[in-house]
């Protein structure tokens, strides 16, 4: 027989543990149960979000139900927390997020799924996403935890890993959770630093994307000439070079575009700058140089999701 769980730090009275310092060397951490198995649990809901279906999970209503293995989970939270790993304040995210989901219906609709709610309210590095298979056998019981390690800003999975206990019999979960710990730590701890410090060094991933609503009055969309500083060039060559002179070192990757869009993937920020400070000065930038029209915000996807909309002045 085998149960498939998935589990969360949340709610397990971890406030305990290191928080974030200014003298960040590790990555803020984050634990959440899967979107998949909160699904497959009965917790979640379709919702139409921007014209998309995205499934909206109540993760509140899983945790009251799923206390089982909160010592699997308790180990994995203090073994990152002994690693000197900073753990985000999931109390006051869950809290946040339900405040901000409150003031979205009341403004007419939901604009984010719960879960990215919680994620955007958190703001962590890192956030594992953990699943737990029990198994038993003639008596004996073994324990796999899998984990994704994905990257907030951008969605990679950065350290996927897999770890399965020995079976044993006249064990507790806990006894079993703490041997996949301590196997999988060192592992696991080198994966994700190693996108730390690639982070830290290289900057971080974040992507931007750009919009022309039907009220900026430009027929030719992102084709439309404009003059900044005096030099003509077209819309989107204007916003290419935006992006360019604000991303670190230059480095930007540009994907998909038409007249009405263009997106830059991943857009290399300095680690320390957060992306609202970016959104901030390329927005003042824009206005400085093409006072006719404005920048304003859309509602963005995730933490590392800069959205933009050009309208008319």
Same mark, same amino acid.
């Given at each position: 027989?085998?149960?498939?769980?998935?589990?969360?730090?949340?709610?397990?009275?971890?406030?305990?543990?290191?928080?974030?310092?200014?003298?960040?060397?590790?990555?803020?951490?984050?634990?959440?149960?899967?979107?998949?198995?909160?699904?497959?649990?009965?917790?979640?809901?379709?919702?139409?979000?921007?014209?998309?279906?995205?499934?909206?999970?109540?993760?509140?209503?899983?945790?009251?139900?799923?206390?089982?293995?909160? @010592?699997? *989970? +308790?180990?994995?939270?203090? =073994?990152?927390?002994?690693?000197?790993?900073? &753990?985000?304040? /999931? $109390? %006051?995210? !869950?809290?946040?997020?339900?405040?901000?989901?409150?003031?979205?219906?009341?403004?007419?609709?939901?604009?984010?799924?719960?879960?990215?709610?919680?994620?955007?309210?958190?703001?962590?590095?890192?956030?594992?996403?953990?699943?737990?298979?029990?198994?038993?056998?003639?008596?004996?019981?073994?324990?796999?935890?899998?984990?994704?390690?994905?990257?907030?800003?951008?969605?990679?999975?950065?350290?996927?890993?897999?770890?399965?206990?020995?079976?044993? @019999?006249? *064990? +507790?979960?806990?006894?079993? =959770?703490?041997?996949?710990?301590?196997?999988? &730590?060192?592992? /696991? $701890? %080198?994966? !994700?630093?190693?996108?730390?410090?690639?982070?830290?060094?290289?900057?971080?991933?974040?992507?931007?994307?750009?919009?022309?609503?039907?009220?900026?009055?430009?027929?030719?969309?992102?084709?439309?000439?404009?003059?900044?500083?005096?030099?003509?060039?077209?819309?989107?060559?204007?916003?290419?070079?935006?992006?360019?002179?604000?991303?670190?070192?230059?480095?930007?990757?540009?994907?998909?575009?038409?007249?009405?869009?263009?997106?830059?993937?991943?857009?290399?920020?300095?680690?320390?700058?957060?992306?609202?400070?970016?959104?901030?000065?390329?927005?003042?930038?824009?206005?400085?140089?093409?006072?006719?029209?404005?920048?304003?915000?859309?509602?963005?996807?995730?933490?590392?999701?800069?959205?933009?909309?050009?309208?008319?002045?």
């Amino acid at each position: 027989m085998k149960r498939t769980l998935h589990l969360s730090l949340l709610g397990l009275g971890l406030a305990a543990l290191p928080t974030v310092t200014e003298a960040q060397d590790k990555p803020r951490m984050m634990v959440i149960p899967s979107v998949g198995f909160m699904h497959d649990k009965g917790v979640c809901q379709d919702v139409e979000i921007e014209g998309r279906k995205e499934l909206d999970c109540d993760l509140s209503r899983l945790l009251a139900t799923d206390k089982e293995f909160s @010592a699997v *989970v +308790t180990n994995v939270a203090v =073994a990152f927390a002994d690693r000197g790993f900073p &753990m985000v304040d /999931l $109390e %006051s995210s !869950i809290k946040n997020a339900t405040e901000q989901r409150i003031a979205d219906i009341k403004k007419g609709g939901i604009l984010t799924p719960m879960q990215d709610q919680i994620i955007n309210a958190a703001r962590p590095d890192i956030k594992l996403e953990l699943k737990a298979e029990l198994s038993s056998v003639m008596g004996q019981q073994k324990l796999t935890l899998i984990i994704n390690s994905v990257d907030v800003f951008t969605g990679k999975n950065v350290a996927p890993a897999t770890f399965t206990s020995q079976p044993m @019999a006249g *064990v +507790t979960t806990a006894d079993l =959770a703490k041997e996949v710990v301590v196997a999988m &730590m060192p592992q /696991l $701890e %080198s994966r !994700i630093m190693n996108h730390f410090r690639d982070m830290a060094a290289n900057g971080r991933g974040v992507q931007v994307r750009f919009a022309v609503l039907e009220t900026a009055l430009l027929e030719d969309g992102l084709n439309t000439d404009v003059e900044p500083a005096g030099e003509l060039m077209a819309l989107a060559d204007y916003l290419s070079d935006l992006v360019r002179k604000r991303a670190l070192n230059g480095k930007v990757e540009q994907g998909a575009a038409d007249e009405s869009q263009i997106v830059f993937p991943e857009v290399r920020i300095p680690f320390a700058e957060s992306p609202a400070r970016f959104r901030t000065e390329m927005r003042a930038q824009f206005a400085k140089d093409l006072p006719n029209l404005q920048l304003k915000t859309g509602n963005a996807r995730g933490p590392g999701d800069l959205f933009f909309l050009i309208d008319k002045k």
